[in-house]
């Protein structure tokens, strides 16, 4: 009774994967829904989709140009912004240096600056020193960093990082959430649809975003 319960399971389950499509993403291959929805920022009109990544993460400077013009193209539909992955480290100088700049309203502004140092100028940003090295050079007051990178408020923004992880189930990056419901990432879709080609993997992922931005506006 086991061994065919079994069967039935896995031939749902491939059943369901033969069905998915980017354009029409199926719960559990192209996406999947979050055990608890998460409370979003409520802007008119709009659908809250949020980026989890991680300044070091390959992927994530891949897809960070694409996924840029998808929200430049749906700014009249999402409200777009970005969280740190939280390494879980005491220190975590990534989301230290993220959550800093995010106290400074520097955030957005110095995103690209801050991938370009890690994938293009192969710095590695794993220390205070190299972080602070950085900003100055840069173009951001040595004294005001300083103070946001050791600030109360910079310290309990990083431990809520790793609470909203925790709250939005991720576990790599890059993930994207819709309307605080529904996980998706790019590995979630190349492998729902392994006859895409690598360079069709961002596409289609952004095809999934179109789909779910679209099913939380009904």
């Given at each position: 009774m086991r061994r065919l319960t079994l069967s039935l399971a896995l031939a749902a389950l491939c059943a369901g994967t033969a069905l998915a499509s980017p354009t029409n993403p199926v719960n559990g291959a192209e996406f999947r829904t979050l055990p608890t929805p998460q409370p979003t920022q409520k802007v008119e009109g709009k659908v809250e989709v949020i980026e989890f990544f991680m300044y070091h993460c390959p992927a994530c400077n891949?897809?960070?140009?694409?996924?840029?013009?998808?929200?430049?193209?749906?700014?009249?539909?999402?409200?777009?912004?970005?969280?740190?992955?939280?390494?879980?480290?005491?220190?975590?100088?990534?989301?230290?240096?993220?959550?800093?700049?995010?106290?400074?309203?520097?955030?957005?502004?110095?995103?690209?600056?801050?991938?370009?140092?890690?994938?293009?100028?192969?710095?590695?940003?794993?220390?205070?020193?190299?972080?602070?090295?950085?900003?100055?050079?840069?173009?951001?007051?040595?004294?005001?960093?300083?103070?946001?990178?050791?600030?109360?408020?910079?310290?309990?923004?990083?431990?809520?990082?790793?609470?909203?992880?925790?709250?939005?189930?991720?576990?790599?990056?890059?993930?994207?959430?819709?309307?605080?419901?529904?996980?998706?990432?790019p590995s979630m879709v190349a492998q729902a649809n392994r006859h895409l080609a690598n360079d069709d993997v961002i596409p289609a992922s952004l095809q999934v975003l179109d789909a779910l931005v679209a099913r939380s506006r009904q």
């Open positions: 891949m897809v960070e140009a694409p996924l840029a013009a998808w929200v430049k193209k749906n700014a009249d539909k999402v409200n777009f912004r970005r969280i740190h992955l939280s390494s879980g480290e005491p220190r975590d100088f990534e989301a230290r240096l993220f959550a800093t700049l995010e106290a400074l309203q520097l955030q957005d502004a110095m995103h690209d600056k801050v991938l370009q140092a890690w994938h293009q100028e192969r710095r590695r940003l794993r220390s205070d020193a190299e972080n602070l090295e950085w900003a100055v050079r840069n173009g951001i007051d040595k004294e005001k960093f300083l103070a946001a990178y050791n600030s109360f408020g910079v310290n309990m923004r990083m431990k809520a990082l790793g609470r909203m992880a925790d709250s939005y189930a991720v576990t790599g990056t890059p993930t994207i959430i819709v309307n605080g419901k529904y996980s998706t990432e």
